[in-house]
Every structure is written in C-alpha cells, then in structure tokens.
C-alpha cells in the first residue's frame, strides 16, 4: 500500500517507465470514459499514453497493461471505495465529476487554495493532483459536486424539489452528443452563414 507520508512517487510500474503527470492521468480518465471507443481502443490509447509508444516500453500483456492501468488511475485512493462492477439490478453511481465539464471549476480551486496554476506548471504527479483534488475545502467546485450527489427527497417542498432540478439540469455532466448538432440546427447555422455572406457581398 502506498504512503505519500513514507514512499517516494512512482516513476514507473514493474520497471516500465510511466509518464506520471496529472495530465497524461486525466487524458486517462478521459480516455476510459469515451463512449465512442471500444475497450480494445481504450486499452491501446491509454497504454500509448502511459508508458509512450515505444512497444519495448510496454508491459507484455493486456492484462498486464490493463493492471497497470487501473494501478495509475486508483492507486493513489486509500479509501474504502469499490471501483468494481455493480451486480444486475443494482442501481450505477451517478457520475459526479468530469474534468472537461469541470475543468475551470477545478482550475480556480487550484489557483486559489493550492497557488497551483494548472496552466503553467510544469509537472505535477497524477497521484499528487488527485489527493490535492480530493480534499479541497469548500469551493464552487465541491458545491457543484455536492448538488450532483444529492438526491430529490419525496419529503423537499415543491420550490426545492424545483430549485434542486434545475441546479442539477446546470451542471450535469455534457457528453459528446450534447454538443453534436442536429440536422436541423446546421441547416440554420448554414442558412445564417448564407445570408450573412449575402448581405456583406451586398454591402461592398
């Protein structure tokens, strides 16, 4: 078990160089997160990440990579938390974070409690980012977690049963399909476009 109380930072994973910053860590996440490829696809781009591209750099399997992968992603956690997949019938945690959603939110709380600018600098372990991320004090970006988390309660009024949903609707976590246009609204994004260009050339 790691303690960042007693053990250096991890550099590498069974004598496999790894990219340790907080970024490669969360292109991770990302990675795994993405609908759009198959677990196959997960595996390759987030190994590509993680220990480069360079093959004599790899572990020699994909249960090894895959290992290796969840050891980076959850080995900095000491809590009493289960990343394994939940039985039929029982209910998925709603998803609370994302860093594409979140990510001036999380910049901001860096900035002001830490003096991190997550900008600029030039390395940050992903382990040290996510144990800094996890125990923020109370910021825009907790309050926004907190109201994800919490649940409408048949015993909340009305007014707070709304105000809660539409606190919810605000900050729900966007997938890709949420900023994809529908056919209807490129053909009036296009039809704008046409008559912008119509009225200029009209102008000159």
């Known amino acids: 078990m790691f303690n960042i109380l007693l053990d250096s930072l991890p ?5 496999y160089e ?17 609908e759009s490829l198959n677990k196959l696809e997960k595996i390759c781009t987030a190994a590509n990440l993680l220990f480069g591209e360079e093959i004599d750099n790899y572990p020699q399997s994909y249960e090894e990579i895959s290992e290796a992968l969840q050891w980076f992603l959850n080995g900095w956690n000491q809590d009493n938390v289960s990343t ?6 029982e209910k998925q945690e709603v998803e609370t974070m994302d860093f594409d959603t ?3 939110r999380i910049y901001a709380a860096f900035k002001e409690q830490y003096g991190i600018d997550l ?7 992903f382990w040290v980012f996510m144990g800094l ?4 004090e109370e910021c825009t970006f907790t309050r926004v977690i907190s109201i994800r988390e919490k649940k409408i309660d048949s015993k909340m ?15 729900k976590i966007r ?14 994004r296009q039809n704008a476009i046409d008559e912008f260009n119509r009225l200029r050339k009209k102008g000159k």
């Not at 900008?119 to 372990?125: Q, V």
């Open 11 to 15: 550099m590498e994973w069974n004598g």
């Open 18 to 34: 790894i990219d340790s910053d907080f970024q490669i860590g969360i292109m991770i996440s990302q990675c795994m997160r993405d």
């Open 84 to 89: 394994g997949k939940k039985s039929a019938g």
């Open 102 to 104: 979140d990510q001036w």
């Open 119 to 125: 900008n600029t600098i030039e390395h940050l372990h």
């Open 133 to 136: 991320l996890t125990n923020l």
């Open 157 to 171: 009024s009305k007014e707070e049963k709304s105000f809660l949903q539409k606190a919810k609707e605000l900050f």
């Open 175 to 188: 997938k890709t399909e949420d900023f994809e246009e529908s056919e209807e609204e490129k053909e009036e």
